[in-house]
Nanobody, 115 residues
Framework: QVQLVESGGGLVQAGGSLRLSCAAS????????MGWYRQTPGKQRELVAA???????NYADSVKGRFTISRDNGKNTVYLQMNSLKPEDTAVYYC?????????WGQGTQVTVSS
């Protein structure tokens, strides 16, 4: 079983920055992909950013140039640096870890951007 612990969410003014972290523990061997999704009420969960085991990254168009995903394989941790935040970035952010094709989800952390 995989446990994911997220941290770093909170309230920030538009134009500000936040850094999310997600540490994986438990039955973790050969983590493949790691990523971040977000969801707002009434909308489907959407991919924000993903990073492969080899460091290849993928971003939603809405966050390109503002958000950066990274991972520390030694710590089994994935990060999301969010700069130039906008009110429309307000959402619950979830981290994911994929191991042998199975994806686990974190509990979510709230990010609120005030205008």
């Amino acid at each position: 079983q995989v446990q994911l612990v997220e941290s770093g969410g909170g309230l920030v003014q538009a134009g500000g920055s936040l850094r999310l972290s997600c540490a994986a523990s438990g039955s973790i061997f050969n983590i493949n992909g790691m990523g971040w999704y977000r969801q707002t009420p009434g909308k489907q969960r959407e991919l924000v950013a993903a990073i492969s085991s080899g460091g290849r990254t993928n971003y939603a168009d809405s966050v390109k140039g503002r958000f950066t995903i990274s991972r520390d394989n030694g710590k089994n941790t994935v990060y999301l640096q969010m700069n130039s935040l906008k009110p429309e970035d307000t959402a619950v952010y979830y981290c994911t870890v994929t191991i042998r094709g199975a994806t686990d989800w974190g509990q979510g952390t709230q990010v609120t951007v005030s205008s």
